[in-house]
C-alpha cells in the first residue's frame, strides 16, 4: 500500500496503480472542467489531468504548495496525477488486517477499505470508484463545454 497524507489524515492506494511520485509544480487550470479537475501538466510530453484530491474527498480547500507532491497514478490505460501533502510511507500488509468498506461504509463510498496501523487509520480509495466519479462529472458537463475550440 502507498500511503500518503492530506492535513492530519491518511490515505492508501494500492501501490501497484503508483507509478511515481514528484515534487508539486504549476498546474495548468482548464476552464469549464470537472470541479475535481484542478488543471493539467506536461509530463515528459504527456499531458496528465491533475486531480484535486481534497475536493474529490470533501476536504477543505487549501492552495497549491511548493511541499506538496504529485502522485503519477496508472488505472488500466489511464493515467492522471493526484495531489497529496506528503508521502507518509509504503507497506506491505496482510488483508486479515483491512476492514472491507462494505463493512462500515456506505456501497457507493469511495474507499475500498479501511487499515488499521500502529500510527492511525488509513482509509484505502477505491481508485476505481474515484475514476468513476471523475468520468461522470466529464459526462454531465454540457456538450459546448468539453468540446474543443480551436
Known sequence: MFVFRLD???????????????????????????????????????????????????????????????????????RLVMIADAVHQVISTEASRIVPADNILSHNSPWQGLLVLDDGMVLIQDLAACLREFDAQIQMMPAQETASHG
Not at 496528465?48 to 502522485?71: A, G, H, Q, W, Y
Open 8 to 78: 492530519d489524515h491518511l490515505y492508501a492506494l494500492p501501490l501497484t496503480a503508483v507509478e511515481r511520485v514528484t515534487r508539486a509544480a504549476a498546474v495548468t487550470p482548464v476552464a469549464h472542467s470537472a470541479s475535481i479537475l484542478q488543471g493539467v501538466i506536461n509530463i515528459q510530453g504527456d499531458l496528465l489531468p491533475v486531480i484535486n484530491t481534497r475536493r474529490m474527498l470533501s476536504l477543505p480547500e487549501k492552495e497549491l504548495d511548493i511541499d506538496d507532491v504529485f502522485i503519477l497514478i496508472r488505472n488500466n490505460q489511464q
